[in-house]
């Protein structure tokens, strides 16, 4: 298995507090996304970095915001948590972009209460 | 109109049944196509991709269709390891991964 880890695996918080979601990986690969999967939504783009302090909207990308100062480590800040942002993170990492495979860790389940 | 659209099933067969999903995509830009499978509350993780000639992987065979924007997975001879979440995957441009909802099966004894 590839070697990405997400943290936390699980989450509970109040709304409008801040949450930050790291994932790490120890491949050395230069892409790395952060998605959200809700039912029937099917997994969504959130933000993606293509290096080192390098990073891009995707398609879900309001009321999140993420930042990349190591090749490993990927973050992703919900800065004022809202209901609607109840999901589970999932973090992947490719070497090539999306045209090659992309390696997902485990997720983080996230409840905002 | 979803970019990727999936019957979500579910889909029950028994042992040893063959199996086809299908999957429509909407932009006929895309450059990639991959098979996912998702455990349930698992991460995805690659079956396949998917050839323009096609390809098959075992008891696994996946076909694209560019005029018709669809790819299908073909299973045979299920096994009760194959269900799971299977999701259809097409790639616009190099950062941007079009997700289907996933088709669900479950193999039955």
């Known amino acids: 298995d590839a070697g990405i880890t997400q943290s936390p695996r699980h989450k509970v918080t109040e709304t409008g507090t801040p949450v930050t979601l790291r994932c790490h990986q120890t491949?050395?690969?230069?892409?790395m996304y952060w998605y959200r999967q809700d039912p029937g939504h099917g997994l969504r783009l959130i933000h993606y970095?293509?290096?080192?302090?390098?990073?891009d909207k995707g398609e879900v990308s309001d009321g999140y915001s993420v930042s990349r100062s190591k090749t490993e480590d990927f973050l992703l800040t919900l800065e004022s948590a809202t209901s609607s942002q109840t999901s589970v993170y999932f973090c992947?990492?490719?070497?090539?972009?999306?045209?090659?495979?992309?390696?997902f860790g485990q997720g983080t389940r996230l409840t905002v209460v | 109109r979803k970019e990727v659209e999936q019957d979500p099933g579910p889909f029950n067969v028994p042992e040893g049944a063959t199996v086809a999903f299908n999957c429509t995509y909407s932009?006929?830009?895309?450059?990639?196509f991959f098979w996912y499978r998702q455990d349930c509350r698992k991460e995805p993780k690659l079956l396949m991709s998917?050839?323009?000639s096609g390809n098959e992987d075992g008891r696994f065979t996946a076909q694209l269709n560019r005029a018709s924007q669809y790819i299908s997975l073909l299973i045979r001879d299920s096994k009760l390891s194959d269900s799971a979440t299977y999701l259809c995957?097409?790639?616009?441009?190099?950062?941007?991964?079009?997700f289907g909802a996933g088709t669900r099966l479950t193999v039955k004894p």
């Open positions: 992947a990492i490719s070497e090539e972009g999306l045209i090659t495979e992309a390696f």
């Open positions: 491949e050395n690969h230069r892409y």
């Open positions: 970095s293509y290096g080192v302090k390098d990073t």
């Open positions: 932009n006929s830009a895309s450059q990639s």
């Open positions: 998917v050839y323009s």
């Open positions: 995957v097409v790639t616009d441009n190099n950062n941007d991964m079009r």
